[in-house]
């Protein structure tokens, strides 16, 4: 659902078209732009679940201040995506809960 | 350690144009934002802007913005973006977090333009996917260019509540109802005969009881309130929505003012608790400024008139200006701001202020 034409803002701007994978799906995005509106351009709004109920949270504030948008990108967990610019190859995944971080810093540094 | 004698904290029409007006008067300025892009909420504002010519009534603030950002490079304003401010210390000394690593800095006059942050309301369902401030769909829309959903429920008919439901329109969304618990609609008349022109209902005395859907909206129950706020019994009602959009106003984004032990007023008219400030925009802790919606949710031409303002004060004191020509912009300053704040709507804001102003005094 994107805003192609626009009667004030006019035509889109083009960008690089880039490929991100999210929980093992390739989706099309627009490189720079925020991971989550990619995400909501594809048609999905959940992001993740919540620890102990599980219920789904989605974008909220779109500011990067609620942080109901996190999810793990190339295995960092927490990522605020409504605010962390899409790059090509970004593996993103769903959370739940607090996540779990896929390479701890102090493995990668030995 | 880095310094700089001023730092201005928040690029959006407040910070911007409080650095300007300082780094012109001769003062070395570092404007701080922690987003990627300087501008603030300016960039999402498509509309014409009122005011009279020298508030450029009738510009949009997308065409504002650019100004600022050529005029803030011309003039030599240091801008550091991604980087957020999260401590302020009693020597005047920040720390900033950017990226991986956090930095300090020395700085002589602090000049707080944070903003404003969007109230919520919460009642069952609100924390389903599909739920978000109007703000965000704004944004979504204005920047991003991504609709956030394509029924839409606007909650609250303030100045955002309408603004942001005629750009929805805009970009090809389908409003399906704005709700107001108050008897009356709370933004300017033109905005809301905008959006009925366009079709979209307004319903006062109206709130919303719940959202629901499994994994995301997919309906929202309305109902009539009484003038307590209380439900009536039987007159609720379902309408197909994917997304429920929540203008209930905006708060002063006002922590590192707190950090700084700057005293405040609760003034709802300006959006609850505000620090209180003199004439020059200087809170009850000397050296520091603020300007724009974090000294009370106004708009943006008094947020660009408040920054120059605080420009032009914290400039003065570092005596990059002479107290008599400070004086006489400053004053030239105050006169386009008590003319914006003039009408209706102005009027209560113009008192709410001088409130301020003078319990700061008395302080
Ligand atoms: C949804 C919405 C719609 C609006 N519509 C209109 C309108 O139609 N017309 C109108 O006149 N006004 C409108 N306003 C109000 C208008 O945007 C504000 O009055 C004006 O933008 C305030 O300017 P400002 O510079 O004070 O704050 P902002 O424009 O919000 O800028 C503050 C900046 O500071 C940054 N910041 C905050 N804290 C930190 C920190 N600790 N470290 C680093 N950076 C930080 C923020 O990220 C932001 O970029 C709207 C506001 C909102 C939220
Ligand atoms: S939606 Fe609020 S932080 Fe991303």
Redesign the pocket.
């Known amino acids: 659902m994107r805003v192609d034409v626009h009667p004030i803002l006019g035509n889109a701007p083009t960008g690089k078209s880039i490929i991100l994978l999210v929980d093992g799906r390739p989706i099309k995005a627009i490189e720079g732009e925020p991971i989550a509106a990619a995400l909501l351009a594809s048609g999905r709004r959940v992001l993740r679940h919540t620890a102990r109920h599980g219920e789904p949270r989605g974008l909220f504030c779109a500011?990067g201040r609620c942080t109901d948008c996190v999810m793990t990108v190339d295995g960092q967990p927490n990522v605020r995506t409504c605010v962390t610019p899409a790059r090509d190859g970004m593996v993103i995944e769903s959370q739940v809960g607090l996540g779990r971080w896929k390479h701890l810093p102090l493995e990668k540094e030995e | 350690m880095q310094k700089t004698e001023i730092a201005v904290?928040?690029?959006?029409?407040?910070?911007?144009a409080a650095a300007i007006e300082a780094a012109r008067a001769g003062a070395q300025v570092t404007l701080?934002?922690?987003?990627e892009r300087?501008?603030?909420?300016?960039f999402?504002?498509i509309?014409k802007?009122f005011g009279s010519k020298e508030h450029r009534a009738g510009t949009r603030?997308v065409e504002i913005g650019v100004d600022l950002l050529e005029e803030a490079k011309r003039v030599g304003v240091i801008t550091r973006l991604n980087?957020?401010?999260?401590g302020l210390y009693h020597d005047k000394c920040l720390g900033l977090a950017c990226g991986d690593h956090s930095e300090d800095l020395q700085t002589q006059a602090i000049i707080l333009?944070?903003?404003?942050s969007?109230n919520v309301l919460a009642f069952p369902g609100w924390t389903l996917p599909g739920v978000m401030?109007?703000?965000a769909a704004?944004t979504l829309i204005n920047i991003h260019r991504v609709l956030p959903g394509r029924r839409i429920l606007m909650v609250g008919a303030g100045?955002?509540g309408l603004?942001?439901t005629y750009q929805l329109l805009q970009a090809g969304a389908e409003v399906v109802a704005i709700i107001e618990g108050l008897p009356v609609i709370g933004g300017y008349g033109v905005h809301a005969s905008k959006v009925r022109r366009a079709g979209v209902p307004i319903l006062t005395s109206h709130t919303i009881v719940s959202a629901e859907g499994g994994e995301s909206v997919e309906r929202a129950v309305i109902a009539q309130v009484d003038n307590r706020w209380q439900v009536l019994c039987g007159t609720e009602q379902t309408l197909e929505v994917d997304t429920v959009c929540l203008?209930v106003g905006?708060s002063p984004?006002a922590?590192?003012a707190w950090m700084a032990g700057c005293r405040f007023s609760h003034v709802p008219t300006l959006g609850g608790w505000v620090p209180l400030h003199d004439q020059d925009m200087q809170t009850s802790v000397p050296g520091i400024y603020i300007?724009?919606?974090?000294a009370g949710?106004?708009?943006?031409?008094?947020?660009m008139e408040e920054?120059r303002l605080a420009g032009l004060a914290a400039a003065g004191t570092l005596c990059h200006l002479s107290p008599e020509v400070g004086e006489i912009k400053k004053s030239e300053v105050r006169d386009r701001l008590a003319a914006l704040r003039w009408g209706g709507f102005g009027e209560g804001r113009a008192v709410a202020k001088r409130q301020i102003i003078e319990a700061r005094c008395e302080a």
């Open positions: 500011l | 904290i928040g690029a959006g029409p407040a910070g911007l701080i934002d922690e987003n300087p501008g603030g909420q300016l999402k504002q509309h802007f603030g980087t957020v401010v999260y333009a944070t903003g404003a969007e401030g109007a703000g704004q100045n955002v603004i942001v203008a905006l984004l922590e590192l300007a724009g919606d974090v949710i106004e708009e943006a031409s008094t947020a920054g």
